[in-house]
Structure formats: structure tokens, C-alpha cells
């Protein structure tokens, strides 16, 4: 079988495909067309989020047997027609979804401890203890939006501390003893913390919007390591000025290309200016699950699933 590999990744990803017997072909560089012009001469793909593979593309490539992903979602894929393709899908949430949660927790209390803010004071010369008195994570609620291996992964870095989590999810009976399951309104009416860990699909798109915050009985912290278009910014800043939300932790933007390697090439909108003035904002280039080890655990991943599957 030959796999052609659009993304460069780890080299253990090519290393073991070579040994199991793949021949491994690169093209990191050629346009989407070029690609589709060469697309039948391979059995499978492996790709991060380099260009959107959509039904023009799995229609040149008659030979596909299978598409892998080095990262957890599926959504630059048509995975419908992929599918009605006989194209077998492989991702790896399980790569970086300890990365994730180390990431959502270091943001979290970050926010709570000020920490950005007084570092910048005290490169400044400014020794401000009062005004950067944080808050303590033990005895607050966390609400959790999407409860697989992100979710999952967050709530297990929340076990050392004395908080109640929850969680929401479209599937059922997915709590454990990390996280309960509740409905959308209890967790609406009690988090202090809410996390996002959802993929983007037609049900996410837009999902954080003025009305949807509104309906927390209380002010909340906010946590995105998941999608940046599952939230409408310029809402979440409205909230940030009210003081429904009392802060944000942002790894995604909505303004971020679909490749996920730069941001929008137009003009700066005003609510991302805000962002990048406001003290109770964190902001990360969509590194959550961007760690050396994470990089290793993904590679080791797809040639796993690969193997499992067609060896």
C-alpha cells in the first residue's frame, strides 16, 4: 500500500509505516491541485489540516483506502462522503488529550492567580500585591461542554483539587468519577468555570453566543482549547465588559484560518483588539495539545490504528 503523507509529523510516523511494509511518499509543498492530479496513485493519506479534503478530492482519488488525521477531529474531512467512499477515517484524540488538559488547567489558574498581569507589572517595575490578590480553585464548580478524551482528560487534572465537576454531553451515561453528568440548565445554573472540549460540527458552529451565556445563573470563567467557531467572539466580549464572564482562557479563535496555521490575513476585527488589550484574557496560537511528547503520541497513534486495521 502506498500512503502519501501531506504534513510533516513526527518520524516515527514514517519510520514504523517503512517497517510494517508502506511505501511512504512526501509532498508537503504542492498545491491541492497538483495533489488531486496524483491522488489515485495512493491507498491512504496522512495529513494534519493542511487543505480540506472534500468530495471533489475523494472523487480523484479511486484508490483511497483510508485518511489519517495527526489530531483529534475530523472536520476538514467530508467524513459523510468519505464514508459513502468506503474510506476508512482514522484520528487521535488519544495523542494529545493529556496535553489538552494540562493546557486548560495551566490557563485556568493562570486566570485565577493574575499571573500574566503581574509578571508584565513586575517586568515594569510595579510591585502591585493588592491588585493582584488571586482566587482559589477548591470549593468553585466546574462545568465541562463535551465530555470525551478532552473533557475526560481535564476533569482527571481537577482530581487534586476539592471542586465539583460536571458535565454535559449529547451522549449519554458518559460521567464517571472524575466528572457527573448533569443537563445543560443544572450545569448552566451552578458552574463558577465552564470548559470547552467539543468538536466542531453543525451543532457547535457558533454554540457560545450572547443568549447562551446569558442563560449562567452566575458570572463565569471561560476556557476554549477546543474550537475557535464554536464561539461568536464579538458576544464573548460584550460578557468579558458586563462581567458575565469574569475571564477567558483562549487557545482557538474564530478568526483562525481552517488550516489552523495562522490567523485571519484581513484587518484586525475590534473584538479581537479587545482581547489583546484585556488583562483578564489569556491568549495561546491553538498549542493546547502542541506539546514534544503530544507530537510523539499522536505519530504512534495513527500507525497503531493503521496497523490494527490493515495489517
Known amino acids: 500500500m502506498k500512503i502519501l503523507h501531506l504534513d510533516t509529523n513526527h518520524h516515527l510516523l514514517i519510520e514504523q509505516l517503512n517497517s510494517l511494509g508502506f511505501i511512504n511518499h512526501e509532498d508537503y509543498t504542492s498545491s491541492k491541485e497538483i495533489i488531486e492530479s496524483k491522488i489515485h496513485e495512493y ?24 485518511i489519517g488525521r495527526v489530531g483529534a477531529g475530523l472536520e476538514n474531512i467530508d467524513c459523510e462522503y468519505a464514508e459513502k467512499k468506503g474510506v476508512t477515517l482514522i484520528a487521535a484524540p488519544e495523542g494529545n488529550r493529556n496535553a489538552v488538559g494540562e493546557h486548560a488547567l495551566g490557563m485556568l489558574l493562570s486566570l485565577f492567580n493574575k499571573l500574566n498581569k503581574a509578571d508584565a507589572e513586575v517586568r515594569e517595575g510595579k510591585w502591585l500585591r493588592e491588585d493582584n490578590r488571586g482566587l482559589e480553585l477548591d470549593g468553585k464548580t466546574v462545568g465541562i461542554i463535551g465530555y470525551g478524551n478532552m473533557g475526560k482528560a481535564f476533569a482527571k487534572k481537577l482530581r487534586g483539587f476539592e471542586v465539583e465537576v460536571l458535565c454535559y454531553d449529547i451522549e449519554q451515561n458518559v460521567g464517571d468519577e472524575n466528572a457527573k453528568q448533569v443537563s445543560l440548565f443544572e450545569l448552566q445554573q451552578r458552574a463558577d468555570v465552564l470548559s470547552l ?59 483562525e484560518k481552517a488550516s489552523f496555521e495562522n490567523l485571519f490575513s484581513t484587518d484586525m476585527p475590534e473584538a479581537f483588539q479587545y482581547l489583546i488589550d484585556a488583562k483578564n484574557v489569556i491568549l495561546s496560537p491553538h498549542v493546547a495539545g502542541w506539546t514534544v511528547e503530544s507530537k510523539e503520541k499522536l505519530a504512534q497513534t495513527i500507525v497503531n490504528k493503521i496497523k490494527d486495521k490493515f495489517c
Open 197 to 255: 472540549h467539543t468538536p466542531q460540527t453543525p451543532l457547535t458552529l457558533n454554540m457560545i453566543n450572547a443568549q447562551w451565556i446569558n442563560q449562567f445563573k452566575k458570572s463565569f470563567w471561560f476556557i476554549n482549547t477546543a474550537r475557535g467557531k464554536s464561539v461568536i467572539t464579538k458576544d464573548l466580549v460584550k460578557a468579558l465588559k458586563t462581567g458575565k464572564i469574569l475571564g477567558a482562557g483562549l487557545d482557538v479563535l474564530e478568526y
Open 43 to 66: 491507498d491512504g493519506i496522512i495529513l494534519r489540516s493542511r487543505f480540506t479534503i472534500d468530495k471533489q478530492f475523494l472523487d480523484a482519488a479511486t484508490n483511497l483506502k483510508f
